[in-house]
C-alpha cells in the first residue's frame, strides 16, 4: 500500500473491458471426458480447456462470491453503484453464504442514512443501527461497553463475515477508526475490522463526511479543508485494509449525450472547461423540452 495513492482507482466497467489493479485469473476449466482425445491425450479425456475470459461485471461477482478481498466500488453519479449492488453484489453474497438465513446472520448491507438504505432495498439498514454504534458518540472504548450490554448486537458482531456499506463517503475517518478498533476488540483480532470483509460503495467526490461546523458560519476555504481531512480515507486503518479500487466506467444516465456526461466528469475533478465543450452542447441543448412559461404561475 506505500507505493499506491490514497485513493487508487483502478478503470472497470460495466459491459466493457476492464483494468483491474490486482491481477486475477479465472481457474482453468475441469478435464471433461470424451470419446477420442488428440496428439499426446489419453483415449475418452478431453485436455484442460482454458475458459473464456470473465466480462467486468461476471469478475466483480465471482470475486465478492468466492474470495475475501475488501472492495472499494467507486464512480461518478448516474454510473449504477446502486444497480451493481442490487442486481450483482447482494445476489453474489446470497449465493455465497448458501441460504437466506445464513446471509441475514453473516452479511451486513448497510448505508451511512436510511434514505441511502431504503433505495438498496429490505436488506439494508443503517450502520448506525446495525452495529449499535448510534451516533458515533464518545470514544471507542464508550462503544464498546454500550454494544457489550446488548446481546442481541453483540452477536450481529460475532456472527458478521461481510458488512456492505453505501454512500461510504460520509463516514469519516474517525468514525472508521472507531469501528474498526470495536470491531478489533469485539473479534479478539488485530486485523482489520477484526478480519471482517468490508465492500464499499460511492464516491469521494460527491457527499462528504458529515461535519461539525455550524452551517451560520457559511462556506469557506478553512472549512472545506476540515471536511477534505475527514475522509475516510485519511483514517490510520485505511492502509491496512487494502481495498481492492473497481470504478464503474460506463454512464448511464447520460447515455444518450456522452458531452454531457464528459463535462460533469470534468466538473467533479474540477477541470477547466473550454469554448468547445459549450459548442458541443448545441444540438443537445435544443433538443431538450422546452420549459413552462413562467407567466403561468403567476408572480
Same mark, same amino acid.
Given at each position: 500500500?506505500?507505493?499506491?495513492?490514497?485513493?487508487?482507482?483502478?478503470?472497470?466497467?460495466v459491459?466493457?473491458?476492464?483494468?483491474?489493479?490486482?491481477?486475477?485469473?479465472?481457474?482453468?476449466?475441469?478435464?471433461?471426458?470424451?470419446?477420442?482425445?488428440?496428439?499426446?491425450?489419453?483415449?475418452?479425456?478431453?485436455?484442460?480447456?482454458?475458459?473464456?475470459?470473465?466480462?467486468?461485471?461476471?469478475?466483480?461477482?465471482?470475486?465478492?462470491?468466492?474470495?475475501?478481498?475488501?472492495?472499494?466500488v467507486?464512480?461518478?453519479?448516474?454510473?449504477?453503484?446502486?444497480?451493481?449492488?442490487?442486481k450483482?453484489?447482494?445476489?453474489?453474497?446470497?449465493?455465497?453464504?448458501?441460504?437466506?438465513?445464513?446471509?441475514?446472520?453473516?452479511?451486513?448491507?448497510?448505508?451511512?442514512?436510511?434514505?441511502?438504505?431504503?433505495?438498496?432495498?429490505?436488506?439494508?439498514r443503517?450502520?448506525?443501527?446495525?452495529?449499535?454504534?448510534?451516533?458515533?458518540?464518545?470514544?471507542?472504548?464508550?462503544l464498546?461497553?454500550?454494544?457489550?450490554?446488548?446481546?442481541?448486537?453483540?452477536?450481529?458482531?460475532?456472527?458478521?463475515?461481510?458488512?456492505v456499506?453505501?454512500?461510504?463517503s460520509?463516514?469519516?475517518?474517525?468514525?472508521?477508526?472507531?469501528?474498526?478498533? &470495536?470491531? $478489533?476488540?469485539? !473479534?479478539?483480532?488485530?486485523?482489520f @475490522?477484526?478480519?471482517? *470483509?468490508?465492500?464499499?460503495?460511492? /464516491? %469521494? #467526490?460527491?457527499?462528504?463526511?458529515?461535519?461539525?461546523?455550524?452551517?451560520?458560519?457559511?462556506?469557506? &476555504?478553512? $472549512?472545506?479543508? !476540515?471536511?477534505?481531512?475527514?475522509? @475516510?480515507?485519511?483514517? *490510520?486503518?485505511?492502509?491496512?485494509? /487494502? %481495498? #481492492?479500487?473497481?470504478?464503474?466506467?460506463?454512464?448511464?444516465?447520460?447515455?444518450?449525450?456522452?458531452?454531457?456526461? $464528459?463535462?460533469?466528469?470534468?466538473?467533479?475533478?474540477?477541470?477547466?472547461?473550454?469554448?468547445?465543450m459549450?459548442?458541443?452542447?448545441?444540438?443537445?441543448?435544443?433538443?431538450?423540452?422546452?420549459?413552462?412559461?413562467v407567466?403561468?404561475?403567476?408572480?
Open positions: 500500500m506505500d507505493a499506491r495513492p490514497a485513493l487508487p482507482v483502478a478503470a472497470a466497467g459491459g466493457s473491458d476492464a483494468k483491474i489493479r490486482r491481477s486475477h485469473k479465472r481457474p482453468k476449466a475441469s478435464v471433461v471426458s470424451a470419446q477420442a482425445g488428440g496428439p499426446g491425450v489419453a483415449p475418452g479425456v478431453m485436455p484442460a480447456l482454458e475458459a473464456p475470459p470473465l466480462k467486468p461485471i461476471q469478475w466483480l461477482a465471482h470475486e465478492v462470491e468466492h474470495k475475501r478481498t475488501n472492495l472499494l467507486s464512480s461518478p453519479a448516474g454510473y449504477g453503484k446502486t444497480t451493481v449492488l442490487k450483482v453484489i447482494i445476489p453474489a453474497l446470497l449465493r455465497g453464504s448458501g441460504s437466506k438465513a445464513e446471509f441475514r446472520k453473516r452479511v451486513w448491507v448497510t448505508a451511512m442514512t436510511s434514505a441511502a438504505a431504503r433505495q438498496v432495498g429490505k436488506h439494508a443503517t450502520l448506525h443501527s446495525m452495529a449499535g454504534v448510534g451516533k458515533f458518540a464518545g470514544t471507542a472504548e464508550t464498546l461497553e454500550n454494544i457489550r450490554s446488548k446481546p442481541a448486537v453483540l452477536a450481529r458482531w460475532k456472527a458478521v463475515d461481510t458488512i456499506l453505501e454512500e461510504c460520509l463516514c469519516s475517518a474517525v468514525n472508521m477508526e472507531k469501528l474498526n478498533a &470495536v470491531a $478489533q476488540q469485539l !473479534r479478539g483480532s488485530a486485523q @475490522m477484526g478480519g471482517i *470483509r468490508v465492500i464499499l460503495m460511492g /464516491d %469521494f #467526490l460527491q457527499l462528504p463526511p458529515c461535519s461539525d461546523l455550524k452551517a451560520s458560519e457559511g462556506p469557506s &476555504v478553512y $472549512q472545506y479543508q !476540515r471536511v477534505a481531512n475527514k475522509y @475516510m480515507f485519511k483514517a *490510520r486503518c485505511w492502509d491496512q485494509a /487494502d %481495498f #481492492l479500487c473497481v470504478r464503474l466506467s460506463h454512464c448511464w444516465r447520460h447515455a444518450q449525450c456522452p458531452r454531457i456526461a $464528459q463535462m460533469l466528469e470534468r466538473l467533479r475533478v474540477a477541470v477547466e472547461w473550454d469554448d468547445t459549450f459548442e458541443a452542447l448545441g444540438p443537445a441543448m435544443h433538443s431538450a423540452q422546452p420549459l413552462a412559461n407567466d403561468d404561475y403567476g408572480e
